[in-house]
């Protein structure tokens, strides 16, 4: 009884919070319900009519572009700035909270921030281009080009949530043992045999850890593409979750959005499941 008191408030929060909208998504979608009519049944067609939407298929590409693209940049930059400042010195610790400091900006907050940044008129990505002489006109960079909007986008992805990253690296290459570290050095390793043969396999489940964190976030971006683009040019940066928000309130299609949720809910399954083999294997 104990241990259920412990767990309970856990538990209660699951179900709350979890289980419950799951259920309650997984009804929506067999139904045919927006704001202002009742639902009515329709079984399936949600997910039958999804498969036919070319449209979903375009957000469903672009989505895994987007994330093909940020993820490496993620994981190799993060971790690369985690080999430099995993040394606990003045210096590294003031450079790791500056990389740090963007991850504590909310996700919003920040794509508001590069939207002023990537501004035509304003912005100061378009002067310092301009001072340089890489470009004789300002740059409309964001909404009518799927590629520089693309680029403007994740540039500010990647100055967010790096250093998010780069932390758990950090943590992971210090709890290497030092008799380790140290054998190696009496042992003649360089620095490149180091990393690839000792620091690299000990911290590979952490490794997997901030890729599966980071596919995760790709594949539910929002925020930064309906502030910064609202999916223009013609939908061309629409991804997999602002197609699910466009159906669900402007269009008022709740079963049909439900069902999308479905869909994007059984493919990050499918990752964390991958994610978990993979782990189970290094550990092995």
Known sequence: MVGLAYVGPALLFVLVFTVYPLVRMAWMSLHNWSLITPPRWVGLDNYTRAFDDRQFW???????????????????????????????????????????????????????????????????????????????????????????????????????????????FVGAIQAIPTDITEASLVDGANARQRVTRIILPLTLRTVLLVTLLSVIGSLLAFDQFYIMTAGQPQNETATSVFFVYLNSFPYLRLGYGAALSMLLALGILAFTVVQLLLTRRSHA
């Open 58 to 168: 375009v957000s469903i590409r672009f989505t895994m572009e987007y994330t093909l693209v940020v993820t490496p940049l993620l994981i190799v930059g993060g971790y690369l700035l985690a080999l430099l400042l995993a040394r606990n010195t003045p210096v590294r610790r003031l450079t790791r909270t500056v990389v740090f400091t963007p991850v504590v900006i909310g996700l919003g907050v920040s794509s508001l921030l590069w939207y002023w940044l990537f501004s035509a008129d304003f912005g100061l990505v378009n002067k310092v281009l301009l001072d340089l002489g890489v470009i004789s006109d300002p740059v409309v960079w964001l909404g009518v080009d799927a590629d520089r909007s693309n680029l403007a986008i994740i540039a500010s992805v990647v100055w967010k949530v790096i250093g998010f990253g780069m932390i758990l």
